[in-house]
């Protein structure tokens, strides 16, 4: 038996699809939930949860992390510096919902070389729910200057933006 995360409900394992990200190969929600899921995924207009965001962080914190070989060292939400549900709040003062799945560093966090800068780097003051038209043609390759004054307002450590920022002046662009 294993209990789904999404109803909280005991199945038995046949009740899980595959995944081989997980720790035991099975689906986080159960089959009925991850259907009812995705179903309403494509339609709905309601906000991300402020766990399924804090996940996604957590997931792209981690990944950042694995790509530089380094251990994640402090909790997420430490990183992240102020607490997930109004982390949501600060995501959407720009955008009513645009998904989950946009949620977007204003600088790259390719663009951290140790662990200091992914940490940086996940602060709120960059993080933000990008259109996903203009993430894909930017590709992470640059960052627009009038997008890297609300993280300079915000960050607590301004130097070390600033020292990201300076190895990568080519890739600041005012447009
Ligand atoms: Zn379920």
Redesign the pocket.
Known sequence: MKT?T??K?S?PKTSFRLNKKSNDGLSY??N??YSKNNYFKKKSNNPPSVSSLASRIRNRITTALKSNELQKRSGTELIVGIPFNVLRMWLHKDYDFVGDEHLDHIIPISWAINIDEVEALNHYSNLRYDDPIRNVSRNNRFVLIESIECVLENHPDINLIHRILDRNKDKVVPY
Do not use: A, M, T
């Open positions: 789904c999404r109803c409900e199945k929600q159960c009925e939930c």
